[in-house]
T-cell receptor, first 113, second 115 residues
Framework: KQEVTQIPAALSVPEGENLVLNCSFT??????LQWFRQDPGKGLTSLLL?????REQTSGRLNASLDKSSGRSTLYIAASQPGDSATYLC????????????FGRGTQLTVWP | NAGVTQTPKFRILKIGQSMTLQCTQD?????MYWYRQDPGMGLKLIYY???????DKGEVPNGYNVSRSTTEDFPLRLELAAPSQTSVYFC??????????????FGQGTRLTVV
């Protein structure tokens, strides 16, 4: 069974800091990994999708890396802003269960001015 | 550009009542999913469908039913509501791997309280 763990559970930082959010998974036979953002009381917004053959993906100030062999992904947020405050969720799709996402519990990020 | 649409956004049910959570997507995705999210927990898969007429159980299917008569719609039915079903429910959709990608798109959620 695929287990996904996100560390830290919560993070509070001043504006302008560079951040690293961590995601680990127990079964390295994944098809892809997806990072989401969730604002309070809202749905999930897709941030980045990394295919299993890729090592990283970038979108603006966000960079996500994937190391399948060690079962890890990191989401790097550069020059954080108060508007980045949200919960960040990591999810993997296993190669053997097509289409099903397995989620971590998320990292709750607060960026204060 | 609607994406995944869920209705209602909020609902309060009494124990034993039934209701249907609606979900529709306009992206022609073949895969659709229902998840529930409890406070402080990750999302748990309730049911999923890989195409019209095909559904399968996820991790926490007890107390729920689904149907998939069209590509666009994937309603979730609660037959006898229980307090343990108080949660936020999310519907999602994606293409299958064979169709070029599995990026999942989520609706805004339905916040359900059973009293």
């Amino acid at each position: 069974k695929q287990e996904v763990t996100q560390i830290p559970a919560a993070l509070s930082v001043p504006e302008g800091e560079n951040l690293v959010l961590n995601c680990s998974f127990t079964d390295s036979a994944i098809y892809n990994l997806q990072w989401f953002r969730q604002d309070p009381g809202k749905g999930l917004t897709s941030l980045l999708l990394i295919q299993s053959s890729q090592r990283e993906q970038t979108s603006g100030r966000l960079n996500a890396s994937l190391d399948k062999s060690s079962g890890r992904s990191t989401l790097y947020i550069a020059a954080s802003q108060p508007g980045d405050s949200a919960t960040y969720l990591c999810a993997v799709i296993r190669g053997s269960t097509l289409g099903r996402l397995y989620f971590g519990r998320g990292t709750q990020l607060t960026v204060w001015p | 550009n609607a994406g995944v649409t869920q209705t209602p956004k909020f609902r309060i049910l009494k124990i034993g009542q039934s209701m249907t959570l609606q979900c529709t997507q306009d992206m022609n995705h073949n895969y659709m999913y229902w998840y529930r999210q409890d406070p402080g927990m990750g999302l748990k898969l309730i049911y999923y469908s890989v195409g019209a007429g095909i559904t399968d159980k996820g991790e926490v299917p007890n107390g729920y039913n689904v149907s998939r008569s069209t590509t666009e719609d994937f309603p979730l039915r609660l037959e006898l509501a229980a307090p343990s079903q108080t949660s936020v429910y999310f519907c999602a959709s994606s293409y299958s791997i064979s169709l070029g990608g599995t990026e999942a798109f989520f609706g805004q959620g339905t916040r359900l309280t059973v009293v």
